[in-house]
């Protein structure tokens, strides 16, 4: 079979060179291979030792919750929209009385 460009190879499927991401795979997979066991051992103990540093992680943020409860408790009843609004009224109206005591007097 002759193409166009002038090449008379009959290139067969079996006869295609293995894509390169193959060659990767099958080079690994060689038995004993120490770079693959390597980094085994290494994805294995970087993710116990970030398991075991997400658990302190929560262990002290639970700890800094149950110590920060109490003084978010307090700000929170200073910053009560309706306490304030209710200490403004009883304020204004105190005085409200002083001034007509002081008009009372003048």
């Not at 080079?27 to 997400?54: F, I, M």
């Not at 919750?65 to 304020?91: C, D, F, H, M």
């Amino acid at each position: 079979m002759m193409n166009p460009l002038g090449c008379h190879a009959n290139v067969m499927w079996q006869d295609q060179p293995e894509p390169s991401k193959n060659l990767v795979k099958n080079s690994l997979r060689v038995s004993g291979n120490p770079h693959l066991t390597l980094t085994r051992d290494l994805l294995a103990k970087l993710s116990q030792e970030a398991d075991q540093l997400k658990l302190h992680l929560e262990q002290e943020m639970t700890s800094m919750q149950s110590q920060l409860k109490p003084y978010v408790e307090e700000i929170r009843e200073t910053l009560n929209s309706e306490a304030l609004r209710s200490t403004l009224v009883q304020g204004a109206e105190e005085l409200k009385e002083l001034k007509q005591k002081l008009d009372h007097i003048t």
